[in-house]
């Protein structure tokens, strides 16, 4: 071969074609990626809006605007106000309970004393015949005793005494101490100056 592959090659005119077409930039390190510095490409950064200029808008899930505000000194005071209503109910029955306990408890001495004074000293009798009516706690009640009962039971030397639901034949005597202790468990006593006929001239011992 007369001329060497070089010079063929010249002839041609492919070599100079190759030496006359640019070459690619060298770039170090990654290669950029396509979208790299476009607005809203894959190689910008999150955030970014066109332009190059960041996004304003915070990353994330969006929120929604605050309607929060600070309240005012009259939400301030009337919550203050509804707080101590509050504290004042609750130190009320707190209190009413602890007056309801009390009561109780008095009540239940009150019963005990009552019943140990009334132990084997009650006249009721088994076989007594004659009922006496009264009134007591708003409704006509009754007990049976024998003729000379009643005749006591009417001039106040006897007396009724309401214990456990059942209604106790007592002395006067016996019925003035209980009276002491709980008035409200004498069921009946006549005073010496009304005995006779009652005030609406109904006679005292009439039995119905």
Do not use: C
Not at 48 to 63: L, M
Not at 126 to 143: L, N, S, T
């Amino acid at each position: 071969m007369g001329d060497s592959l070089r010079d063929q090659l010249l002839k041609s005119g492919i070599v100079k074609q190759v030496r006359d077409e640019p070459r690619p930039p060298q770039t170090h390190g990654k290669t950029a990626s396509s979208g790299a510095g476009k607005p809203g490409g894959k190689g910008g950064k999150p955030g970014d809006r066109a332009g190059g200029r960041p996004d304003p808008r915070p990353s994330g899930r969006p929120h929604a605007p605050s309607n929060d505000r600070p309240r005012d000194q009259a939400e301030i005071d009337l919550a203050r106000a509804y707080a101590m209503r509050a504290q004042v109910e609750a130190a009320e029955r707190k209190r009413a309970e602890q007056e309801a306990a009390e009561q109780a408890r008095i009540k239940r001495e009150r019963k005990a004393q009552v019943q140990q004074l009334l132990e084997g000293r009650a006249l009721n009798k088994v076989d007594a015949d004659q009922a006496r009516h009264f009134e007591y706690g708003g409704k006509i009640r009754r007990i049976y005793v024998d003729a000379a009962q009643l005749v006591a039971l009417n001039a106040g030397e006897l007396g009724v005494i309401q214990l456990a639901g059942h209604y106790v034949l007592v002395t006067r005597e016996l019925a003035e101490q209980v009276r002491a202790i709980d008035a409200g468990v004498v069921a009946l006593l006549v005073s010496p100056g009304e005995a006779g006929e009652a005030d609406d001239g109904v006679p005292a011992d009439l039995i119905w």
